[in-house]
T-cell receptor, first 112, second 111 residues
């Protein structure tokens, strides 16, 4: 079956613009995670959705970041008024409950 | 609260030598434990997982890890390193509510 997909694969934007990153999880997976990975760094947790529970937003770095998830389907991560420090690869992962996570290929965001 | 500590952000081993990447965890419940690998410019893929069955877990590419409850460890090993093992390795722990990743260890293979 299809894995986790993310779009776009690459995004270049000007400082101050808003961007939307999309994640399509594996069908039936109840949990969905967003991470940020800066160049040469580890995974930085951003937000976690589990079924119909309130999302865990504890990792969002500022109020410029927000995410939504439609049921147990697609998720969108929105970054408003982008800054150069937002440049990173944004990774999405999904899992069935909290068993192993399956990662998407990531979206490489470059803010110029 | 659960947490994961990976000792050594960079590890270098010679080709053919033993690979040992260290991971210690804390969890208030019996954990699920995972090792992921990230090759350059790629996403993460699962190497192996421990979910309370056998304590010695075998994964892909000749890697294995042993769950030691008394030491709260889940170290990753491979008897003989290959150049293709050069990558970033992440240990992760789940307490069934959330999965937490370590900061990663970059493995360098010396010819």
């Amino acid at each position: 079956g299809a894995g986790v997909s993310q779009s776009p694969s690459n995004k270049v934007t000007e400082k101050g613009k808003d961007v939307e990153l999309r994640c399509d999880p594996i069908s039936g997976h109840t949990a969905l995670y967003w991470y940020r990975q800066r160049l040469g760094q580890g995974l930085e947790f951003l937000i976690y959705f589990q079924g119909n529970s309130a999302p865990d937003k504890s990792g969002l770095p500022s109020d410029r970041f927000s995410a939504e998830r439609t049921g147990e389907s697609v998720s969108t991560l929105t970054i408003q008024r982008t800054q150069q420090e937002d440049s990173a690869v944004y990774l999405c992962a999904s899992s069935l409950y909290t068993y192993e996570q399956y990662f998407g290929p990531g979206t490489r965001l470059t803010v110029t | 609260a659960q947490s994961v500590t990976q000792l050594g952000s960079h590890v270098s081993v010679s080709e053919g030598a033993l690979v040992l990447l260290r991971c210690n965890y804390s969890s208030s419940v019996p954990p699920y434990l995972f090792w992921y690998v990230q090759y350059p410019n790629q996403g993460l893929q699962l190497l192996l997982k421990y979910t309370s069955a056998a304590t010695l877990v075998k994964g892909i590419n000749g890697f294995e890890a042993e769950f030691k409850k008394s030491e709260t460890s889940f170290h990753l090993t491979k008897p003989s390193a290959h150049m293709s093992d050069a990558a970033e390795y992440f240990c992760a722990v789940s307490d069934r509510d959330k999965i937490i990743f370590g900061k990663g260890t970059r493995l360098h293979i010396l010819p």
